[in-house]
């Protein structure tokens, strides 16, 4: 997000952006939207955000991809996106059919590339307006949230509210179901009113589909608008459920919250509160007559109010005291603890399914290619699902399961590639998340992360005040907001380096991790796409892969220490907003890579 932040700085859009969402707060309406959205800064804005995204390199159905539009001038990027604005009318979606775990296929749409942007044009611009507006307690595709956020809330309920009966929804086919008439309607009451912008975004949703011609209702999935508008759609559910109970607007004055629940529960309202993750909530209430009262009526309110319809087979009522509920690939039960009832979480029955599954096919890679890549894709693999999973409850002893279902398999397919021990004298990245306690094999002097060793991590609960949008929410994003390590450590090992050898990669890794994945010039934080790794004493000059010979700074960084042209020295210092003791830094590594001082290209 900082990342992000720093880009709206460049093109100067944050005040635009605040300024959106500050007017969204006051119900305001927007009628000139186009041209912001078409403005030479947010068309950069959104090229620059789409080049960072790791889709970029999926093509559409012209078969382009990111890197065709990389040599064209600004300029004329520029006039080409705002040209095809026009007259807009979007290209062929190109239809991709993804395995689901259990067996289904969904499908995908893939727009084209300047339809991607075009798209993210209209997002960057439309968001601030929405988040304003959206309910507090929808976590899924929001800027800052997350799922194990939902899972927060939801054991919160039932620890604090002890609400033990959960009416879980799901509702069929939504993406494929979403009305395009009510929800054009439903951006408009949200205050958009630029009747260009409403007409460019019902051809988006009606852009012809590969193979199955033009939609009259659903956003395809895999759309950069997409996800947003889900979450426009169902904000009315969202509010409509909230202000039965939650946000019910009394004319009486109350001393503060506790207060007026007491009095409420003295009347015939429902009480109830929702946690939603893109379609996927739960109403959490106090007892079975109400959850029955919610079922029913929240069913009804999908059909007459959204046009849509619930899976009969898949919701139902759950009394958490005798049973679990599933949600985003957890379980979640109110257990006995002493005298009171405590929010339970546990891996669910499908998810440990899948994951014995991949991580069969994993290591049947690695006896095939028993190589660094292989080996780094593993442990990508197992870094990623611990970090994901580390929030259940009793995460340790369901881990240990599942390795010891997998050990046969790992053992069998590895003992003639790998040696298998307690790791000795391990890189410092992995001593820095496993302990060497567990014997592991080393496949192509790489030791592969134990399964079994996982602890539970405690998450709190999303806190409203951080928003990317006002003065005072960045204040507090930039004092609180700490990139993922983890999952950055992740998908770098995921990305390809040819011919670098196992020492590199590991104090490439274990160098990140030390500076908390910033840069060590400018202090940005930085995700893996924007890091480069540099030697300090260039490897031509004698320069090694040891650990104290690495710097880790963001690409830029990078490329402004080797630059040798005037122009592109003006253009990166210009764009990261290099200072003057940056700069002298930078000379340093310029003068050991025997390039002259900045100052002298001026």
């Not at 979606?93 to 296929?105: A, E, F, M, T, Y």
Request: charged content about 25%; some cysteine.
């Amino acid at each position: 997000m900082q990342t992000t932040l720093r880009y709206w700085e460049y093109y100067k859009l944050t005040d635009t952006f605040s300024d959106f969402y500050e007017r969204a707060k006051n119900k305001e309406d927007f009628s000139r939207l186009y041209d912001v959205i078409t403005s030479r800064e947010n068309i950069l804005l959104a090229y620059r955000s789409i080049k960072t995204n790791k889709g970029s390199m999926t093509a559409g159905t012209d078969g382009l991809t990111i890197n065709d539009f990389k040599d064209l001038k600004q300029e004329r990027l520029v006039s080409l996106i705002q040209s095809k604005l026009t007259n807009y009318q979007p290209k062929t979606v190109r239809r991709v059919l993804i395995l689901k775990p259990n067996g289904d296929k969904r499908p995908l749409g893939i727009p084209c590339m300047i339809d991607r942007i075009i798209q993210q044009c209209f997002k960057q611009v439309l968001e601030p307006i929405v988040e304003a507006q959206f309910y507090k307690h929808s976590y899924g595709f929001r800027p800052l949230r997350s799922t194990h956020h939902a899972i927060a809330r939801a054991k919160h309920l039932i620890n604090s509210g002890n609400l033990h009966f959960v009416v879980d929804i799901d509702i069929r086919g939504f993406f494929d179901n979403i009305n395009h008439t009510l929800l054009l309607k439903q951006i408009w009451n949200m205050g958009i009113r630029d009747t260009k912008v409403l007409r460019i975004i019902s051809k988006m949703l009606k852009a012809e589909i590969e193979g199955e011609g033009r939609p009259s209702k659903g956003t395809p999935q895999g759309g950069i608008l997409s996800p947003m508008l889900s979450n426009i759609v169902l904000n009315d559910i969202d509010n409509w459920i909230s202000g039965q109970w939650e946000d019910f607007e009394s004319k009486h004055n109350y001393y503060d919250k506790s207060n007026k629940y007491k009095s409420l529960k003295k009347s015939n309202l429902k009480e109830g509160y929702i946690v939603r993750y893109a379609d996927d909530f739960k109403i959490f209430c106090r007892d079975w007559r109400t959850a029955q009262k919610w079922y029913h009526a929240v069913r009804l309110y999908l059909e007459d109010r959204l046009k849509l319809n619930i899976s009969t087979e898949k919701s139902q009522i759950v009394n958490l005291r005798k049973r679990a509920s599933e949600f985003l690939g957890f379980t979640i039960r109110a257990a006995k603890k002493g005298n009171k009832r405590v929010a339970h979480s546990a891996l669910s029955a499908k998810k440990k399914k899948q994951l014995k599954k991949d991580g069969k096919e994993r290591i049947k890679q690695i006896q095939r290619s028993p190589s660094i890549k292989t080996a780094l894709l593993y442990n990508s693999w197992v870094l990623g699902i611990h970090s994901y999973f580390n929030k259940a409850t009793h995460i340790s002893r369901e881990f240990n399961i599942i390795a010891y279902q997998l050990s046969r398999t790992l053992y069998n397919r590895l003992r003639t590639i790998g040696k298998y021990e307690y790791p000795s004298r391990p890189p410092p990245n992995y001593k820095k998340f496993y302990s060497c306690n567990y014997r592991t094999f080393k496949v192509a002097d790489v030791y592969l992360y134990p399964l079994a060793n996982v602890n539970h991590v405690w998450q709190g609960q999303f806190s409203q005040e951080i928003t990317p949008y006002t003065q005072e929410g960045r204040v507090v994003l930039y004092k609180r907001l700490k990139g993922n390590i983890i999952e950055e450590i992740r998908r770098l090992m995921e990305s390809n380096i040819p011919n670098r050898s196992v020492e590199y990669l590991d104090n490439r890794l274990s160098r990140y991790s030390m500076k908390m994945g910033k840069c060590e010039i400018t202090g940005i934080w930085l995700t893996a796409e924007a890091v480069h790794c540099h030697h300090f004493n260039p490897t031509s000059l004698g320069g090694t892969n040891e650990f104290k010979n690495l710097r880790i700074l963001h690409k830029d960084v990078h490329r402004l220490i080797h630059a040798t042209e005037t122009e592109t020295i003006k253009t990166y210092i210009t764009r990261l907003k290099i200072s003057d003791k940056q700069v002298g830094e930078i000379d340093k590594y310029r003068e050991n890579c025997n390039l002259e001082p900045i100052g002298n290209y001026f």
